[in-house]
């Protein structure tokens, strides 16, 4: 078992190679990839990092990729034309129906259409809701949501936890100004990653901006959504923020079903879903670092007995990327055993 991991280097990539490690994965030789810029470094534990080429493609059983669309644009169709399976962590195949968009407790099955040798790993916001809609959906058929994101920093890679952990300490120093005058405190820092300054701020716009006034990350959410779950005419009403977290997405989610919710049955439906643990109060700090996705603030709607909310919390670089990039990958080896 020949595994290359893409991006290597990259904050999803680094945890792509421990978490291969910390379960065990059977793989005879790991070989790390990266850019023109990191490729010929030795990368500890893990040998010389491999510049993407049509030579050094060739001959893997499977590819790892967390390196951003265009790379797995331009190079995952040509590592799988080379022999491997490709799990993809970027955006770039995850709509194309002949790529399966896969959460490895919600829709396993899905494996087998990857027909290109792709199968493509959710956005990582999405991911953190899939878990608890889909013990919900099972039992009272999902037909609406609406869904505010609270995103960590993480959430952009390795340069958005560096401008994060910049700006802290610049944009903290001076109290009075964060009291009394925010927009001379937030003048401190200069944002590049993220659209204002992010530290003791929130910022209400994360992605480009389409037409229909939605980012690319909130129609991610609908369109991802929809296809993970299997419900093409699931409405959904995102807004993704972007919050002062280093790691460890949070999502307000009020979901509406086609059935009236039972409180209690609800609760133990989220409790004995695979890798869900109920928590009262699940904060981002408290889920960075675990495998697992956690939900509480559990309650029916006030005026509508078929819908409820709740608050759901995931580490987005572990289950939201790369944990299940390496379930997925052992899904992938499992089929074809
Ligand atoms: P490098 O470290 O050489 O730039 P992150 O999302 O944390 O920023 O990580 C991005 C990862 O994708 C890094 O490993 C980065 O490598 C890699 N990467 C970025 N651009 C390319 C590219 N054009 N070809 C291959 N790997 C790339």
Request: aromatic residues 6%; glycine residues 8%; proline residues 6%.
């Amino acid at each position: 078992m020949k595994v290359a991991v893409v991006g290597a280097t990259g904050a999803v990539g680094q945890l792509i190679l421990k978490t291969l490690e910390r379960r065990g994965f059977a793989a005879d030789e790991i070989v790390p990839f990266a850019s023109e810029r990191s490729a010929g470094k030795e990368l500890p534990g893990y040998g010389t990092i491999q510049p993407l080429t049509d030579e050094t493609v060739v001959g893997y059983d499977l590819a790892l990729f967390s390196a951003g669309g265009s790379t797995s644009k331009a190079w995952a169709p040509k590592f799988a034309a080379g022999g491997a399976t490709v799990v993809d962590n970027s955006s770039a195949f995850r709509m194309d129906p002949d790529v399966p968009l896969v959460v490895s407790e919600v829709n396993p099955e899905a494996i087998g259409d990857a027909r290109k040798g792709i199968i493509a790993n959710p956005n990582c916001t999405t991911m953190v809701a899939m878990l608890p809609l889909k013990a919900l959906s099972d039992r009272y058929g999902l037909s609406e949501m609406v869904a505010t994101s609270f995103q960590a920093a993480g959430g952009a890679g390795q340069k958005g936890i560096d401008e994060l952990a910049e700006q802290i300490p610049v944009v903290g120093k001076d109290v009075d100004a964060l009291v009394h005058d925010g927009a001379s405190a937030a003048a401190l820092a200069t944002p590049s990653t993220f659209a204002k300054t992010l530290a003791f701020n929130v910022v209400p716009l994360l992605g480009s901006l389409d037409d229909n006034g939605y980012t690319d990350e909130e129609l991610k959410l609908q369109n991802e959504s929809r296809k993970i779950l299997g419900l093409p005419d699931l409405k959904v009403t995102p807004t993704c923020v972007r919050v002062p977290v280093m790691v460890g997405h949070a999502i307000a989610v009020r979901a509406t079903f086609d059935q009236p919710v039972d409180l209690a049955e609800a609760r133990d439906l989220l409790a004995a879903f695979p890798n869900l643990v109920v928590d009262d109060v699940p904060t981002p700090l408290e889920a960075a670092g675990r495998d697992e996705t956690f939900v509480g603030r559990i309650r029916l709607d006030l005026s509508d007995p078929k819908t409820l909310s709740f608050f759901v919390v995931g580490d987005n670089l572990l289950k939201g990327a790369a944990l299940n990039t390496v379930q997925l990958a052992e899904l992938a080896v499992a089929s074809v055993a």
